[in-house]
């Protein structure tokens, strides 16, 4: 019946669940209750934790990802043309070949546009001007 | 042990379809509303991959992969549009965006 | 192995009867190119793409009067889509003309190479549109289409309204194009074939289950109907053609329509008609189920919500579009009928409608690129300020509402001889009742421009006229308003043949 095949994966369900659930309960029983706002804080690799975590990120991330997925995705129509491309031979070749050249040609302009650059802001050498108008402000706002 | 039957799948796909469609119109985070349109593509993908199996015919599994290639390009187009609009007015919320009037 | 080769051969065979759609391709790909290269000449990509597009419409029209199925029954090419194609490439060619004089394009110092690259896309994806009979090519043809016009919509994207409409496109065409899909995949799993002319002999013989099939049938309309923005799939159009371009408008308002209604009208003709015949009693291979019903409601709904919603818009952008809604709905009425006496009336209205729509918007960006605005406020005074072009949008308005003697009110003519043909009168009335309320709002205008005192402020005063080369081409579109409404019989004969093969 389609209730065993089903019937196992339910099985497995259940007992992973009671798995987690009992090795939890049990813990609580047993372990001491201690808190300190140490032990509390989210743990980042030892460091003390800055800032709120709800930042956002840079806009370029989304902007690689967006052309990552195009280029990753296109890339399952090369499965079925695999299957056939032995019994179709030059055909099939040469198609692929216009296919991915036209995918190149979408590279080309992202790379002619400068969208895949990863532009590094240049580093600002601080001035002696501006040092002495920032400690100022700084002592107004003391 | 037997196969499972066709109709598990396309309960499965009606149901993905249903979730999608509704998280396309209730949501008001543009991004989640492109998630549930994934979902909706998913759920036609799940669709045409179990006719396809159960008719033993290889032209739904072919669709497939159209409709897996041009979500893709949708989803792209549509974080790229919603970007453009994000840089001009700080927000993803879909009912935050009424210049036009209705 | 001999039947590997004979497949090879009919698909090298297609490839010669598919050299208009690689002509554009590769115009595409040359303007993205030389967009690229030489950066210092800004329009080089809309010469190009010009040039690409006139080069196509001379392989296309070796492929006049040849009906041929592709590339193992994916597309056709027969008459009927060779019409629509022609129709198409001189939208896409007066568009990118347009486009050559419109201000808010060109402001910012705004790169341009993109926006004619992809109106050559929306161009292939229409192409294929017209000749697909597959679910696989019908998808993928309005998928292209629609991408291409998500990103067009959103194009001047420092201005709010325009990324707010591309929001709004995107969402609502996405939707609708997942609920085609799986409408789609049930008609695919009823009928085992994606191969539209095999559904319906699947469905002939009367073995499948017909419960998926009026679904999937149905959730397919949702997809088409939001391509033809007929109510009640309209709801992204009035917002999207405010916010877009306004060459884009019109664009998507006769191209964009058009491709949606040549898929329309094949799809249901093939699939849920009965093969040779064009009996109206046989609309409906499925029993009890009306189809020319709901095609007649959706009709009716169409045309009465984008009228009278019309009447109240003060935006003149806003309120072209309600009324090319309302067109739509009047197309619609001929579907209804299904003949190859509608359909030929269908042909015929929209190249009347591409002349005349497609003028009126580009007077609108003419006064546009002068005073700055689409509202109609604005247009008070402008017969005075603006001679010439007020003429000018008057006629195309006349030609709009369906008054003789112009090619809206021939268009209309055969329409409602193709209804009237086959008895529906109250089609019919419910169209001509319709007609009198667009005079309202296509007056508006008029008035506006014509007959109310201009305001006292005078700076903003100025006589005004357009360039003498877009001038030019409103000239000639009111010209052709003029002559197709007198003599018409070319494109008529056209029509006519171009509808033969649906027996």
Do not use: C
Not at chain 1, 8 to 35: C, D, H, Q, S
Not at chain 3, 76 to 91: A, G, N, Q
């Amino acid at each position: 019946m389609y209730l065993t095949t089903f019937g196992i994966v339910l099985v497995f369900f259940i007992v992973g669940a009671l798995f987690v659930a009992v090795g939890l309960f049990t813990a609580a029983l047993v372990r001491p209750k201690n808190p300190t706002p140490e032990k509390l804080r989210t743990y980042e690799s030892g460091e003390i934790p800055m800032g709120s975590p709800w930042i956002q990120f840079n806009n370029r991330f989304y902007i690689i990802g967006l052309a990552y997925i195009i280029f990753d995705v296109e890339l399952v129509l090369l499965f079925p043309w695999s299957v056939v491309y032995k019994t179709l031979g030059w055909y099939s070749f040469i198609a692929m070949v216009i296919f991915l050249m036209i995918l190149i040609i979408g590279l080309v302009y992202d790379w002619a546009k400068g969208y895949l650059e990863w532009d590094k802001p240049n580093p600002v050498i601080p001035q002696l001007n501006e040092l002495i108008i920032h400690r100022k402000k700084v002592n107004k706002e003391n | 042990m037997n196969n499972i039957p066709l109709e598990y799948y396309i309960a499965l796909s009606g149901i993905l379809f249903t979730i999608g469609t509704l998280g396309v119109i209730l949501r008001r985070n543009a991004i989640i509303v492109f998630m549930s349109l994934e979902i909706m593509l998913n759920s036609v993908n799940l669709a045409f991959i179990s006719f396809a199996r159960y008719l033993g015919d290889t032209s739904g599994e072919i669709f497939v992969f159209f409709v897996m290639a041009v979500a893709a390009a949708e989803s792209a187009i549509g974080l790229a549009i919603i970007l453009a609009l994000f840089r001009k007015k700080q927000t993803i919320y879909v009912d935050e965006v009424n210049v036009l009037k209705h | 192995m001999t039947i590997t080769q004979s497949y090879l051969n009919n698909l090298m065979a297609s490839v010669g009867y598919f050299a208009p759609e690689i002509a554009i391709v590769v115009t595409f790909i040359v303007a993205i190119l030389f967009d690229l290269m030489f950066k210092k000449s800004k329009n080089i990509a809309a010469y190009i793409s010009i040039i690409g597009l006139i080069i196509t419409g001379f392989i296309l029209s070796g492929n006049i009067g040849i009906s041929k199925s592709l590339f193992d029954g994916l597309i056709v090419v027969d008459p009927y889509s060779t019409f629509f194609k022609f129709l198409f490439l001189i939208t896409t060619i007066l568009i990118m003309v347009m486009s050559l004089s419109y201000k808010e394009l060109y402001d910012n110092n705004r790169k341009v190479g993109e926006y004619y690259s992809m109106l050559v896309g929306i161009t292939f994806g229409m192409f294929l549109l017209a000749s697909a009979v597959n679910l696989i090519t019908i998808y993928l043809s309005i998928e292209i289409l629609s991408l291409s016009s998500y990103v067009l919509a959103g194009y001047t994207k420092e201005i709010r309204r325009a990324s707010e409409a591309s929001l709004k496109y995107v969402i609502y065409g996405s939707l609708s194009s997942g609920i085609m899909v799986y409408g789609m995949s049930l008609l695919y799993g009823a009928t085992m074939t994606l191969d539209v002319a095999k559904i319906n002999v699947a469905i002939l013989s009367g073995h499948v289950e017909l419960f998926p099939i009026i679904i999937g049938g149905l959730m397919i309309l949702v997809g088409f109907g939001y391509k033809m923005s007929a109510v009640p799939f309209h709801y992204w159009t009035p917002d999207v053609y405010e916010g877009a371009p306004i060459t884009i408008t019109s664009y998507l308002s006769v191209a964009s329509k058009a491709a949606g209604f040549a898929v329309f009208i094949r799809f249901f003709k093939d699939l849920y008609l009965l093969p040779a015949t064009s009996d109206i009693n046989i609309w409906n291979t499925i029993s009890n189920f009306h189809w020319q019903t709901i095609v007649a409601v959706l009709s009716v709904l169409t045309m009465t919500v984008g009228n009278f919603v019309a009447l109240w818009q003060e935006n003149v952008k806003r309120l072209l579009a309600y009324s090319s809604i309302a067109h739509a709905g009047y197309i619609l009425m001929a579907v209804v009928v299904m003949t190859n006496v509608g359909i030929t009336s269908i042909l015929l209205y929209f190249v009347f409608y591409m002349i005349m729509n497609l003028g009126a918007f580009f007077v609108a960006q003419l006064f546009a690129n002068k005073i700055g605005s689409d509202d109609l406020k604005d247009y008070i005074g402008l017969g005075y300020r603006s001679p010439v072009l007020a003429v000018l949008m008057t006629v195309f308005l006349i030609s709009l509402t369906g008054l003789p003697p112009t090619a809206g009110f021939i268009g209309k003519f055969y329409i409602f001889t193709a209804v009237l043909d086959k008895g529906f009168v109250w089609l019919a009335v419910i169209g001509v009742l319709n007609s009198v309320v667009s005079l309202f709002y296509y007056a508006k205008i008029f008035r506006n421009m014509f007959l109310r005192s201009v305001a006292d402020d005078t700076k903003n005063n100025f006589k005004f006229s357009a360039p003498a080369f877009p001038l030019s081409i409103a000239y000639v579109l009111a010209f052709a308003t003029i002559l197709f409404g007198l003599y018409f019989s070319p494109i008529l004969n056209w029509a006519e043949n171009s509808v033969t093969m649906f027996k």
